[in-house]
């Protein structure tokens, strides 16, 4: 009981970086459209703002592991925490320039210090208690991102995006100086806002120096076979790796393209396909909430193999049907999926011991997957000229994330329930 009431609050503070990063993610699909606007930019390149993020992650992720080990996870978090509040600050002089270069670069900055957050909350949230609810723990401080990224849309919505767009006829009939008042104006409404999230960035930063969070030892939770080998060794890692790098190409890519999607498989308006993006981010919330209730009968990993074929017949709905019912299949797919980046995250990790920070920096590192695979469907979707087709690129994933789960279930070691 002691332990229980040691661990608490730590748990909220920790849970409250799910918050926080899952808030500065969901607000790229507001700042594409946005900087695409305001920057003058074309497809490809507004594309690259995703891309910002994803490289970051990837550069990041192994400095982020050798940090905590050396230093912890408390000193980590508040590293991480201080480079987020830099990234959102960088955006006041990226808008007064209008230098889409360092709008990239604060995103960048914001993304490493996302990296350090979640090399250090993921493996800490396991750890804070009883091994057994692992999962379900981690699952729980999952949902609160998911709460971000219904919110975070809404807000962006609200205070960044203006709802004033120029016709190529309308930006003929200004002077160059008209023009560039009007760019440096919609570049502007992003400065409060990631302002405001510097400041309570650096608030959150504050908090966590002055609070006692426990360290945890570690080799209390790994088993002598796995003290004594690499960690590239440990089946449980490389295949949670290898699943989490098509898991989260599978989300951006159903995420990313879902306006493109609507608008083209059901002919929704720009604005139609806007709402029903809020009812997919409700969803991913609502799933994230709703499997860890179903953890308490169900065990994770066979939770986990039974919503990956859930979302491989749903792809094959968005792939072969037509009209709304591949809208409602997105949105399916949206809560079946939000339990899996947690769920993998915690069974690749279980048992690794004082290998954790180094393991979860690895995993971390596989959400590059989010930058190498939209492409790809992309590519596909250009071919064919069917953005349908390009949805075989998360079904696939989802087949990848099955062989994942079923896989864990025969390997003969303890994993996490």
């Given amino acids: ?6 661990y608490l609050f730590p748990f909220i503070l920790i ?62 978090i508040i590293f991480g925490l201080l480079l987020f509040a830099g990234g959102a600050f960088l955006f006041v002089p990226a808008a007064n320039t209008r230098a889409f270069a360092v709008f990239l670069f604060a995103l960048f900055v914001i993304a490493s210090g996302l990296t ?23 699952n729980f ?38 023009l560039d008042q009007y760019l440096l104006e919609e570049a502007a409404s992003v400065k409060i806002p990631y302002i405001a999230i510097g400041i309570v960035v650096l608030l ?5 120096w002055r609070t006692n969070l426990p360290e945890i030892d570690e080799t209390e939770h790994a088993s002598d076979a796995q003290t004594q ?11 949670g790796v290898l699943a989490q790098f098509f898991y989260v190409g599978a989300q951006v890519c159903v995420g990313s393209f879902f306006l493109v999607f609507a608008a083209t498989s059901a002919g929704l308006s720009d604005k139609e396909a806007a709402t029903y993006t809020a009812f997919y981010g409700a969803a991913f919330m609502i799933g994230r909430f709703a499997g860890t209730f179903f953890m308490k009968y169900i065990k994770p990993v066979k939770l986990l193999a039974i919503y990956a074929v859930i979302n491989i017949l749903l792809s094959l709905i968005a792939i072969y049907g037509k009209g ?23 069974l690749g990790i279980n048992g690794l011991g004082n290998a954790t920070k180094p393991a979860s920096s690895l995993i971390i ?41 079923l896989k864990m279930r025969t390997i003969k070691k303890e994993i996490l329930q």
Wanted: glycine share 8%.
């Fill in 1 to 6: 009981m002691k332990q229980k009431n040691l």
């Fill in 15 to 76: 849970t409250i970086l799910f918050f926080l990063w899952g808030f500065a993610h969901n607000l790229n699909p507001i700042l594409i459209p946005h900087l695409k606007k305001a920057c003058q930019l074309s497809d490809l390149e507004s594309a690259l703002i995703d891309s910002a993020f994803f490289v970051g992650y990837f550069v990041m992720a192994l400095p982020a592991g050798f940090f905590m080990k050396k230093y912890g996870y408390k000193y980590g």
């Fill in 116 to 138: 350090f957050l979640e090399t250090a909350a993921n493996p800490y949230v396991t750890v804070l208690g009883d091994s057994h609810s692992a999962t379900q723990r981690l």
């Fill in 141 to 178: 401080s999952q949902s609160f991102n998911g709460l971000a990224a219904s919110l975070a849309p809404l807000m962006g919505g609200i205070f960044i995006l203006s709802g004033k767009t120029l016709t190529e006829s309308q930006k003929s009939g200004l002077s160059e100086v008209q």
């Fill in 204 to 208: 959150v930063a504050v908090f966590i």
């Fill in 229 to 239: 080998s690499g960690i590239l060794k440990n089946k449980n890692l490389v295949l």
């Fill in 324 to 346: 709304m019912i591949t809208i409602y299949s997105l949105i399916g797919i949206a809560f079946f999926m939000s339990i899996m980046f947690p769920t993998i995250f915690a």
């Fill in 365 to 405: 590192m596989s959400i590059v997957g989010g930058a190498v695979l939209p492409p790809i469907l992309g590519i596909i979707s250009d071919k064919t000229g069917s953005i349908q087709d390009g949805y075989f690129i998360p079904f696939i994933c989802f087949i990848v994330v099955l062989l994942f789960a």
